[in-house]
């Protein structure tokens, strides 16, 4: 029996979004007043939001470019939230311009947002879809029309696993992800976690799903890096594996001390 569809998402002002959330925390303007709101509430708990932000943006950067210099050419970007800021397009600019962008988010205000943002001159697409339906995913017209699956691909999961709280149907929906990919492919992900500071972290899961921006089976904590690991299992990790993001193959400056950014990050490879 096929398993129950996710029930689509429809758009609320009153509810917080984590993609306007961080475009916030990013100094961004495509946001509203409840998720400045949500925002402020989150930064009484955690005043490093907005510094953990822009280090995932860097992260993402760098994960790109290595990618880029590994031959890919095709990235579907999962939970991409608003494509502003360093966004995966805007990366690939400059360095691999022909490469093909698919961003993936399924809230429907964020992608009609996102929509309005690439409608000029820009080489990516933004499709609503869920990656707790993998397989619908995958097989989404705006994603094949644009994405070749017998070639490599890269998958990027970029703080977005934190949105699904139920263990059992994220490692489902990664492994399916990772099924569909031909050898040479990658999958990317960063996920904060608990291990630094499970007191504070655990304050913020339930801030975020009393607010409604998180759904699914309530969790006492996010997940720890170990935990997190287990996503990327079955593929073959790039050096240095799964780590705090700013020791993820630093360039030029020196990160920052690892314990003020609680986010792991890593690339993994399909042989």
Known sequence: ????????????????????????????????????????????????????????????????????????????????????QGSVHQILRGIAPEARVVYVDNDPMVVVHAQALLKENSPATVIEADLRDP????????LTDVIDLDEPAAILLFSMLTDIPDDVQALQSTAALQKALVPGSYMALSHAVSDLYPERTARLAALFQDSGSITGPRRTNLRTKAEVELFLDGLKPVEPGVVYIPEWRPEGEAPHRPDSIWVVGGVARKE
């Open 1 to 84: 029996m096929a398993s129950p569809q996710p029930e689509r998402l429809r758009f609320d002002p009153t509810i917080p979004n984590a993609g306007r959330i961080t475009d916030y925390f990013l100094g961004g303007k495509d946001n509203f007043a409840t998720d400045r709101a949500a925002a402020q509430a989150a930064l009484s708990i955690a005043p490093e939001l907005p510094a953990m932000s822009r280090e995932g943006r860097r992260f993402l950067g760098r994960a790109v470019r290595f990618l880029v210099e590994a031959g890919i050419r095709q990235f579907v970007d999962i939970g991409c939230g608003l494509p502003t």
């Open 135 to 142: 397989e619908r995913l995958l097989a989404h017209p705006g």
